[in-house]
């Protein structure tokens, strides 16, 4: 069964292992600043949306108040000629209606948190009136009642074409909010299930009628349960890991199609999407070991569980039936994809046993060092006075005695191999604080190396660093 990658283009990544920066910059720092950048975006952009929602909806309010007001005048026309005021109060006093529908509905969290709620309804209306009447006055014209119809529908008109602005703008955020797959995003679509058959009902007995539902989790009385159970299950998947069935299960060879049947028919909850990517992990685990017949044997029974719950209802029962056909197209098409997935598992676990030969006996512990990448240059280190008069360098001071005393040892030795074996001592995470703060307080410079060409230490240092430079050219264009 061919398998669809293209979802995945979709994926907002907070990091990139795979990311090029210069060799001055802090890689682990750059790739921080990019997810907090990414973060911050994300969060500006779901705040925009929730501003114009709740904008449109204050203004679809006002929208329905101005349209009541000018129903109101044009069916009162005769009163309003003579009496224009006090029809357009009267009009706007019985659209206010209850208190609670008077006020507009209440903000979300975060959104105009440096402004005032917004008035009242009636007090909206009460102020379109006076810029009505104050524009009223200014013209002047013959027939008043005529032109404050005129002058309230271009206000109807201006929040109307605002409106549209605002559903454009929303309209192109929650596209570009959706364009992307975040894992805040995950949610339980179909759960995968199994029907078990009716025993039939012996006669007199009322027999009940249920509803199967294509969603076992939703609730007609407690929608809420339903809910809460989806989000558990949300939660269970954070940890891909094949129950102990699923394991039993992965176990059966290959070969042995009627006890795989045997097994699914007696433990049919080992049909979901879990239990087939905690398989599949462990296939990954045994090829990182070279077990490759067991890797492989693995890989079958995933797919084989894959299959069966995407053939949907009578999925088992119709896979099975397939696979012990001779010659049937379905066995060609599954074991061409259990081959594939193999090779496909088994190269990506000869890239990390590669990657792991060559890292040594160092094992897996990571750890921050201090080098020069470019060839001629050199870190020094430059503590800052205690006595600066340069605001920079006061504040470079005040970090530097705000270190540890080991590191300030260090620091004032000169030498960035005692610097280096105080941050190999420390954890990944404060190493990487400290070397920022080494940056910030501008300890820490690159500076052009300095041969003496007239010993023989200083011709040595040229001619290797000749060679190695002829080395990198060859190695990025060996012809």
Known sequence: MPVDYSKWDNLELSDDSDIEVHPNVDKRSFIRAKQNQIH??????RLQIETLKYERQI??????????????LKANAAEAESNLAEVAFRAVMESAGSPEEDAPPPRPEGV???????????KMMATMLDQVNTTLNEKKPENRYVAMVEEMGNHLKQVQDLQKQLLEKLAELEKEEGRKITSEGIHTG????????????????????????????????KPEEGEATAAAKVDDDD????????????????????????????????????ETDGILVMAFDAQLENKDDVARNYIHQALLLQYCRSLGRD??????????????QAQE??????????????????EINAQRAAGGDSGDVEQIQLHAVEPGTEIKIQIPPENGEDEAQKHGREIFESFAPDMRKALETGS??????????MKVPEAEELVGLLSEAGILSLEEQIIDATTDEGRQKIKDLEEKAAMEAYTDDPE
């Open 190 to 221: 179909f759960d995968s299930s199994y029907v078990a058959k009716s025993t039939p009902s012996t006669s007199g007995e009322k027999s009940d009628s249920k509803i199967e539902l294509l969603n076992p989790n939703f609730s007609a009385n």
């Open 112 to 122: 105009h948190a440096q402004v005032e709620q917004p008035p009242t309804y009636s």
């Open 59 to 72: 203004n679809d309010g006002l929208i329905k108040r101005i349209s009541g007001l000018l129903a109101a």
């Open 239 to 274: 940890e891909i890991e094949a129950s102990a069935d699923g394991r039993k299960f992965a176990n059966i060879k290959a070969s042995e199609y009627r006890e795989s049947h045997a097994f699914i028919t007696a433990h049919p909850k080992i049909l979901s999407e879990k």
């Open 416 to 425: 960035l191999d005692e610097v280096n074996e105080v941050l190999g001592k």
């Open 40 to 45: 911050a975006e994300r969060q500006h952009r």
């Open 333 to 350: 098409v599954f074991f061409k994809d259990v081959h594939d997935t193999y090779l496909r598992i088994k190269g990506r676990a000869a």
């Open 315 to 328: 999925g088992v029962a119709l896979f099975f039936k397939r696979i012990n056909t001779k010659g049937h």
